[in-house]
């Protein structure tokens, strides 16, 4: 399997503009999680979503921000209109996830380095 | 709620000196406890992890025990390399406590100088 696959790996876009960022969780996984990272608030969960489902999007900064998951394979992460505070690593995490699959491992991507200037 | 409390970092070493990453965990239910490390560049992976109380986590030199009655799980390894340098997160997760989604801690930096 190749892992998690984020895309785009670097975005440097202005103030205002939107922006896309995208995740290929590993297949089979049924849980998806987006985070932000900075070097002022550490790692922050932004959603998790199971089955497709969004479970707790209370970490979603603002309504600027909105996560969708069409299908298992593919979700995305919009930031509309950017601001310069949304500079961050944006990290998308997968795993399986229930009664019978044990312990809670995620698999992280790459990560996406956003900046907006 | 659950919550992870790591040492505050840097942490700064010699090569080959001991390393002790401090953890400690609240969980309203019983957690599987993990250790995650974050190279330059790249996402968290996960190092090693433990799913009951006295089971010990290994993996690449470093070790980590599930203590229970202390609610720890403290990361060591007996001799650092340089390759060793890197951000390195201590998480639980609760399923029976209700939730799916893991806690972490905020990272402790981790430099080995030669």
């Known amino acids: 399997d190749a892992g998690v696959i984020q895309s785009p790996r670097h975005e440097v876009t202005e103030m205002g503009q939107e922006v896309t960022l995208r995740c290929k969780p590993i297949s089979g996984h049924n849980s998806l999680f987006w985070y932000r990272q900075t070097m002022m608030r550490g790692l922050e969960l932004l959603i998790y979503f199971n089955n497709n489902v969004p479970i707790d999007d209370s970490g979603m900064p603002e309504d600027r921000f909105s996560a969708k998951m069409p299908n298992a394979s593919f979700s995305t992460l919009k930031i509309q209109p950017s601001e310069p505070r949304d500079s961050a690593v944006y990290f998308c995490?997968?795993?399986?996830?229930?009664?019978?699959?044990?312990?809670?491992?995620?698999?992280f991507g790459a990560g996406s380095r956003l900046t907006v200037l | 709620g659950n919550s992870v409390t790591q040492m505050e970092g840097p942490v700064t070493l010699s090569e080959e000196a001991f390393l002790t990453i401090n953890c400690t965990y609240t969980a309203t239910g019983y957690p599987s406890l993990f250790w995650y490390v974050q190279y330059p560049g790249e996402g968290l992976q996960l190092l090693l992890k433990?799913?009951?109380?006295?089971d010990k986590g290994s993996n690449k030199g470093f070790e980590a025990t599930y203590r229970k009655e202390t609610t720890s799980f403290h990361l060591e390894k007996g001799s650092v390399q340089v390759s060793d340098s890197a951000v390195y997160f201590c998480a639980l997760s609760d399923p029976e406590g209700g939730s799916y989604i893991p806690t972490f801690g905020r990272g402790t930096s981790l430099i080995v100088h030669p």
């Open positions: 995490a997968s795993s399986l996830t229930g009664r019978s699959s044990g312990a809670n491992v995620l698999t």
């Open positions: 433990a799913t009951k109380a006295d």
